[in-house]
């Protein structure tokens, strides 16, 4: 399930979420239909979150 709310773009399964990340500036994403969004997070589950910060988080 992808859905854009708030200014924030969510991307769960099950409608679960784990890991939040807020951007320093607005992107833009293109939802499944075509629709263009702009979003300042994103929110989505991953099954370790640990490996997933330390992967966005390390240069």
Same mark, same amino acid.
Do not use: C, W
């Given at each position: 399930?992808?859905?854009?709310?708030?200014g924030g773009?969510m991307v769960?399964?099950?409608?679960?979420?784990?890991?939040i990340?807020? @951007?320093t %500036?607005?992107?833009a #994403?293109?939802?499944? @239909?075509? %629709?263009r969004?702009? #979003?300042t997070?994103?929110?989505?589950?991953a099954?370790?979150p640990a490996?997933?910060?330390?992967?966005l988080t390390?240069?």
């Amino acid at each position: 399930m992808v859905s854009v709310r708030d200014g924030g773009l969510m991307v769960g399964v099950d409608a679960q979420t784990n890991l939040i990340v807020h @951007l320093t %500036r607005p992107i833009a #994403v293109t939802r499944p @239909l075509g %629709r263009r969004e702009h #979003v300042t997070s994103i929110r989505f589950y991953a099954e370790d979150p640990a490996s997933a910060l330390k992967s966005l988080t390390t240069p």
